[in-house]
T-cell receptor, first 111, second 113 residues
Framework: GENVEQHPSTLSVQEGDSAVIKCTYS??????FPWYKQELGKRPQLIID?????GEKKDQRIAVTLNKTAKHFSLHITETQPEDSAVYFC??????????FGTGTSLTVIP | DTAVSQTPKYLVTQMGNDKSIKCEQN?????MYWYKQDSKKFLKIMFS???????INETVPNRFSPKSPDKAHLNLHINSLELGDSAVYFC????????????FGSGTRLTVV
């Protein structure tokens, strides 16, 4: 069936280093790829998204890249800070009105 | 002024009971959703609904039913609660089906004892 795979499941980085989270999707018709950040005990919040007609999008310290041919997209966080520690989810829209999330990456930024 | 609000925030109930979770959005969005987040943090879609169409994830037991009195509300009713229903349930909304990011509610932590 349709799915989104996300790696790694956990990631620890030193403050100031970069973090990269990767996702692959199965439906070549997917057009919209958002990323969400969920802090402990809180709701997921949209932090950045990308559409299929764009290869890269950047917003300050975060960026997302998309490779439609390979069906994968990645989140890049530069100059990480302790407040970046959270669970990050990728997602992709599918045909048939389904919208699937990746399994999440728990990011820990070590001060 | 909360954009997507859910009540209650916490719900503890016994097996076999029937319970409802309410969700309201004041964003004027067309589509609302219910997601279940289990202990491993997996986010799984349960329903998506706009004023025309209800899409049900086929893996959701029919003990779960969404009820929408109007465009701004999508409540979740659960019959005959089971231990495995314990999870955090998130309501969300978006302006257009699956082509814009969701705004999530604050979640309802359901514990079945």
């Amino acid at each position: 069936g349709e799915n989104v795979e996300q790696h790694p499941s956990t990631l620890s980085v030193q403050e100031g280093d970069s973090a990269v989270i990767k996702c692959t999707y199965s439906d070549s018709a997917s057009n919209y790829f958002p990323w969400y950040k969920q802090e402990l005990g809180k709701r997921p919040q949209l932090i950045i998204d990308i559409r299929s007609n764009v290869g890269e999008k950047k917003d300050q310290r975060i960026a997302v890249t998309l490779n439609k041919t390979a069906k994968h997209f990645s989140l890049h966080i530069t100059e990480t800070q302790p407040e970046d520690s959270a669970v990050y989810f990728c997602a992709a829209d599918f045909t048939g009105n389904q919208f699937y999330f990746g399994t999440g990456t728990s990011l820990t930024v070590i001060p | 002024d909360t954009a997507v609000s859910q009540t209650p925030k916490y719900l503890v109930t016994q097996m076999g009971n029937d319970k409802s979770i309410k969700c309201e959005q004041n964003l004027g969005h067309d589509t609302m959703y219910w997601y279940k987040q289990d202990s491993k943090k997996f986010l799984k879609i349960m329903f998506s609904y706009n004023n025309k169409e209800l899409i049900i994830n086929e893996t959701v037991p029919n003990r779960f039913s969404p009820k929408s009195p109007d465009k701004a509300h999508l409540n979740l009713h659960i019959n005959s609660l089971e231990l495995g229903d314990s999870a955090v349930y998130f309501c969300a909304s978006s302006p257009q089906q699956h082509h814009y990011g969701y705004t999530f509610g604050s979640g309802t932590r359901l514990t079945v004892v």
